[in-house]
C-alpha cells in the first residue's frame, strides 16, 4: 500500500516538475527508486514469526500399534506369526479355529503409524501408515483390520482399520515381471479415527515461550525486538539462542489464542549462516547466499591413464612342426593423459562473485567438490562446509 501511495504522488510530482524544471523532475526519480529498493527488501528478507518458531506446547505426537492386514491375493506372511493374529482375533469373536487349519497367505502382519497433531479432538480422522514386519511380497488390495494404536504413554489415542493404498502394482508371468513404487507399505486415507485428546497446555497463564527451528542469537533477539516494538512494551525476551519468552500482555490476559495469532503475522528478518551443503552421492551442490571466498589462485588439472587388453590370436603356419598349436597372444595398450590447469584467481564478496568464479574454472560438480574442500582447508571459503 505505501508502495502504491509513493507511486500516485510521484506521478503528480512529476506533472508539476515539468512545468518547472527537469532537475527536479531527477531528483524525483532517486527519492522512488530509493522507496521501492527499501519496501523491496524488507519484503524479501522478511520471514513470518510461524515459519521459523513454534510455540512451546504446541507438538506432534507420534502414535503405534499391530495389525493385521487380510485380502492378500496369495502375497501374505509365510510363517505362523500373521496366522496366530488371526485365531486369537476369532477366538475374541467366539469362533474357534485351529492354526493348523489357516493354510492360507493372505494374511500380513503390519505396524501401523500414525502423527497425532497438536490439540486433535476425538472423532478426527486421520491417515495411518502401515509397513509389513513379517516376509508378505505385497499389501496391494489388502484391508487393515480394526487396531488400537497407542502413544509412548501406553494409552490408546486412536482406532485404525481400512483398504491399503500402496500408490504401485505389480504384475509379472513366469519368465518376466514388473513392479512400480514399493508394496510392502503403504498408506490407508483417512483410516484412523481419534478416541481421546492428548493434554496440552499454552504456557503457565504469565507467559509462553517461542522455540527456533534453527538456532540463532540474531534471529532470537530480532524476533523479541520485532514483538516489543509491535505491542510498544518490554514483554519480550531472549533466553538464549533457540527460545524467546513472552509476558502475555495485559490487553491479551485470558486470551492467548489471539496474542499467538498476532505474533505469528509479524515479520522479522532472519539472519543466515554461511553454509555450503555437499551431497556426494549424487554430487549436488548448495552455496548459501552469506558465503564469501579470500582471493586465492586455483589450479586443477585430471590424470586419465588408461589401459587396453586386445589379445591377438596366433595360429601355426601351414606345414609346421607337430606339436605347434594355436594361442592366444597378450597385448596390453597404455596411455597417460594429463589435462592442461592453469591459474585462476577466484574470490567473491557476494553470491554472483563466488559462483562466476567458480565457474570460470569450468569443471565438473564432482571436481567443485574437492575444490571447495580444498578451499575450506586452506582458510579461504569463509562459511561452514557440510556433507551430507
Request: neutral net charge; proline residues 5%.
Amino acid at each position: 500500500m505505501a508502495v502504491l501511495k509513493a507511486i500516485m504522488n510521484y506521478e503528480l510530482l512529476i506533472t508539476n516538475a515539468r512545468k518547472k524544471d527537469n532537475r527536479m523532475k531527477r531528483i524525483i526519480d532517486c527519492i522512488l527508486i530509493i522507496l521501492l529498493v527499501c519496501f523491496t527488501s524488507t519484503a524479501v528478507n522478511a520471514e513470518r514469526i510461524k515459519d521459523i518458531t513454534s510455540f512451546e506446547g504446541v507438538r506432534d505426537n507420534q502414535l503405534i500399534g499391530y495389525g493385521l492386514v487380510v485380502g492378500l491375493d496369495g502375497t501374505g506372511d509365510k510363517g505362523l506369526a500373521a496366522v496366530k493374529g488371526i485365531v486369537n482375533l476369532l477366538e475374541r469373536m467366539g469362533q474357534t479355529v485351529n492354526a493348523s487349519e489357516i493354510t492360507s497367505k493372505n494374511i500380513a502382519s503390519v505396524v501401523i503409524t500414525a502423527t497425532l497433531p497438536p490439540f486433535a479432538k476425538p472423532g478426527i480422522k486421520l491417515d495411518a501408515l502401515v509397513s509389513t514386519i513379517g516376509d508378505a511380497k505385497s499389501l496391494q488390495g489388502g484391508t487393515l483390520l480394526l487396531a488400537p494404536i497407542k502413544g509412548p504413554d501406553g494409552k490408546v489415542y486412536g482406532l485404525a482399520q481400512g483398504p491399503v493404498s500402496i500408490g504401485g502394482f505389480s504384475a509379472g508371468g513366469e519368465a518376466a515381471a514388473i513392479q512400480r513404487n514399493h508394496l510392502a507399505a503403504g498408506k490407508v486415507p483417512s483410516g484412523v479415527t481419534i478416541e481421546r485428546e492428548a493434554k496440552f497446555t499454552l504456557g503457565n497463564g504469565n507467559d509462553i515461550r517461542l522455540f527456533l527451528h534453527k538456532s540463532d542469537f540474531a534471529t532470537a533477539n530480532e524476533i523479541a525486538h520485532t514483538i516489543n516494538t509491535e505491542f510498544h512494551g518490554k514483554y519480550a525476551f531472549p533466553v538464549d539462542s533457540s527460545s524467546v519468552q513472552v509476558v502475555i500482555p495485559p490487553q491479551y490476559k485470558g486470551n492467548i489464542v489471539g496474542l499467538i495469532s498476532s505474533i505469528d503475522i509479524m515479520n522479522v528478518k532472519v539472519d543466515r549462516p554461511a553454509k555450503v551443503v555437499i551431497n556426494e552421492r549424487t554430487g549436488t551442490i548448495v552455496i548459501g547466499y552469506n558465503v564469501t571466498i579470500s582471493p586465492v589462485a586455483i589450479a586443477h588439472g585430471s590424470l586419465a591413464i588408461e589401459i587396453r587388453e586386445l589379445p591377438e590370436v596366433s595360429q601355426p603356419l601351414p606345414f609346421a612342426p607337430d606339436g605347434a598349436a594355436t594361442v592366444v597372444v597378450p597385448r596390453t595398450g597404455i596411455s597417460i593423459r594429463e589435462q592442461e590447469a592453469r591459474l585462476i584467481e577466484v574470490s567473491g564478496i557476494s553470491l554472483g562473485e563466488v559462483v562466476r568464479g567458480l565457474n570460470a574454472l569450468g569443471v565438473t560438480p564432482r571436481d567443485l567438490i574437492s575444490i571447495l574442500q580444498a578451499l575450506k582447508s586452506s582458510g579461504a571459503l569463509h562459511a561452514e562446509l557440510e556433507i551430507i
